[in-house]
């Protein structure tokens, strides 16, 4: 993972206009007041019946340490993240609580985020990686937003 490359996508996500309507960018998906970035996507994982799972457990270690690296030059500049719980969101919305976006879609597969409130954006920052299926890739995800955190 290239750290340089994906904190220079976080400012240019920091700086981008909103969409007026959700949908697909170049870098993964934007809506009304958010966006969210693959920062780096894994290769194929094995499928059901495939393996005893350590090649995905492996995949998700290295995935977090690639996070937590990113982290640490984000807090370089913004201080010591939060760390947001995604799973009291999820339950929410299953119970039919109307949360914002993206924090109501993200809480279907990223765990927990870390968080930063970029002073000069005046947006939010963070970090998570998503775990989708145990046959679905992994990704570090880069997510922006004016949302305020549920």
């Given amino acids: 993972m290239d750290i340089a490359t994906?904190?220079?996508?976080?400012?240019?996500?920091?700086?981008?206009?909103?969409p007026a309507a959700h949908g697909r960018t170049e870098?993964?998906?934007s809506?009304?007041?958010?966006?969210?970035?693959?920062l780096r996507t894994s290769g194929a994982i094995l499928g059901p019946g495939d393996g005893d799972g350590s090649e995905r457990d492996e995949t998700e270690a290295q995935y977090e340490a690639d996070r937590d690296g990113l982290a640490e030059r984000l807090e370089?500049?913004?201080?010591?993240?939060?760390?947001?719980s995604l799973?009291?969101?999820?339950d929410?919305?299953?119970?039919?609580?109307?949360v914002a976006e993206p924090w109501a879609g993200l809480s279907g597969h990223?765990?927990?985020v870390q968080l930063w409130?970029?002073?000069?954006?005046g947006r939010w920052v963070a970090l998570g990686v998503s775990r989708w299926d145990r046959e679905l890739p992994c990704q570090l995800l880069g997510i922006v937003t004016e949302a305020d955190p549920p």
């Fill in 110 to 112: 990223v765990p927990d």
């Fill in 117 to 121: 409130r970029a002073p000069v954006a």
């Fill in 87 to 90: 799973y009291s969101v999820l």
């Fill in 6 to 18: 994906c904190l220079n996508l976080i400012d240019v996500l920091c700086a981008r206009e909103f």
């Fill in 31 to 38: 809506g009304p007041g958010y966006h969210i970035a693959a």
């Fill in 27 to 29: 870098h993964g998906e």
């Fill in 92 to 98: 929410r919305t299953v119970a039919g609580e109307d």
């Fill in 76 to 84: 370089e500049r913004w201080g010591q993240p939060q760390h947001l």
